[in-house]
């Protein structure tokens, strides 16, 4: 089946970065398309960043255009999140999702999650 395993949260300071990034097994990464969501506590889950098949078309939020950056590299089943310029509103579990058409903002279009890793940032 397909695993997706998240790394790379932590504590930072507000205007620091970080660098999350997906470790993908079980199943032909090439052939998915991928996103990152967060979820802060008592927050609905929201998207973040999303990633074409090829690695040649990505989508972002509005709440992070312009600091985070999506990559992915195939030939290492890995999909990355770049996030610059933390804010304390940045502040939320990352979720690593899968899906095989297309990427959407909908965490209910994504069949395929990971566990998540918290990222916190301070101020």
């Known amino acids: 089946q397909v695993q997706l395993v998240e790394s790379g949260g932590g504590l930072v300071q507000a205007g620091n970065s970080l660098r999350l990034a997906c470790a993908a097994s079980?199943?032909?990464?090439?052939?998915?398309?991928m996103a990152w969501f967060r979820q802060a506590p008592g927050k609905e889950r929201e998207f973040v960043a999303g990633?074409?098949?090829?690695?040649?078309?990505?989508y972002y939020a509005d709440s992070v255009k312009g600091r985070f950056t999506i990559s992915r590299d195939n030939a290492k089943n890995t999909v990355n999140l770049q996030m610059n310029s933390l804010k304390p509103e940045d502040t939320a579990v990352y979720y690593c999702?899968?899906?095989?058409?297309?990427?959407?903002?909908?965490?209910?279009?994504?069949?395929?999650w990971g566990q998540g890793t918290q990222v916190t940032v301070s101020s």
């Open positions: 990633i074409w098949k090829s690695g040649g078309s990505t």
């Open positions: 079980g199943y032909s990464f090439s052939t998915y398309n």
């Open positions: 999702a899968a899906r095989a058409v297309g990427v959407t903002t909908k965490s209910q279009d994504y069949p395929y």
